[in-house]
């Protein structure tokens, strides 16, 4: 039972992890509104996630805004292109706006590098490419 109660904790512990997914946007240099981000994706049931997001907002290279570890929630799919599995997380901040963001739509690992990405910041759009933990 002493060993029992510690294995169990563990595999506990190894599932609750299993679904986290840690993705990582560089800016989208083609454009001149663009960002930077890690966020920490957790699927909360379905297909819907929580996630921590920390980003950099940019506009000509300028940096915009920093915005440091906003809860966010939205949904996870998962869509094929050129036969490489992309991940797409669409997050929302919780709360209200009160100024986060508006609308984050990360598609991670595209095959194709062209800014897939978006931010939406205070109306404006900004690119970025993104890649997942996978």
Known sequence: MKTLIPLLCLFALQSSFANDYVVKCSPWEDSKLNFSLEAEVELAGGNYTDAWVTMKVFESGQTVQSINSVFSYGAFFID?????????????????????????????????????????????QYQAECVVND
């Open 80 to 124: 094929r292109l050129e036969g490489k599995r992309v991940l797409i997380f669409e997050l929302r901040p919780a709360g209200g706006q009160s100024y986060k963001y508006d609308f984050l739509s990360l598609a991670a690992n595209h095959p194709i590098p062209t800014g897939n990405s978006y931010l939406t910041y205070k109306g404006k």
